[in-house]
């Protein structure tokens, strides 16, 4: 097949679409994907709050213990925790 100006042009980009909305139908297709996604994976309801905004914490901790070696450490570096 002898190569044209024409030809180069046309298969620069692959072929041309065979119906005549098919870019709009492709966008629409993948962004329905994405908002299935975007459903399925939000409503798992995974997630839960420590604390709401309006309450008042007013002690929530936990110990914890340190090796000897670490506390050893800690105390060669004076004023640093008192």
Not at 52 to 68: F, L, P, Y
């Amino acid at each position: 097949m002898p190569y044209t100006k024409m030809s180069l042009c046309s298969s620069k980009y692959g072929p041309m679409p065979r119906f005549q909305y098919q870019r709009v139908f492709t966008r629409g297709i993948l962004i329905l994907g994405v908002l299935t996604v975007v459903y399925f994976g939000t409503k798992d309801g995974r997630e839960f709050s420590l604390a709401k905004q309006k309450e008042v914490i007013h002690h929530r901790a936990q110990d914890i213990v340190c090796s000897d070696d670490y506390k050893a450490e800690l105390e060669s570096f004076p004023g640093l925790f008192t």
